[in-house]
């Protein structure tokens, strides 16, 4: 049960995530985007997926598919961020 809640957390959270995307490049520009956020979210999922990781070396955890969103949703953090960067160059070209 507690996988399933820790699931349906994830994929909350992971929703989201493709329409920030999106957006986010439809937009072109980094204006109004907060990297710490970006960063502060990575690092979470860097977290989480770390104490999976330890865990399952302890015995304590399985691999399921739960280990598979933390992975998924910071890979799509990791866009997120990829694209911010690219916006802020298009704003400093765009400036110029």
Do not use: H
């Amino acid at each position: 049960m507690t996988d399933l809640l820790e699931a349906v957390m994830i994929i909350c959270f992971g929703i989201s995530w493709p329409l920030n995307i999106v957006k986010a490049w439809k937009a072109r520009t980094a204006k109004g985007t907060s990297v710490l956020f970006y960063v502060c979210i990575f690092v979470g999922y860097i977290a989480g997926i770390a104490c999976k990781i330890i865990l399952a070396a302890q015995g304590k955890y399985t691999y399921n598919y739960v280990f598979f969103f933390y992975i998924l949703n910071l890979l799509m953090v990791g866009t997120g961020i990829l694209i911010y960067l690219r916006n802020r160059e298009l704003d400093k070209k765009n400036a110029s």
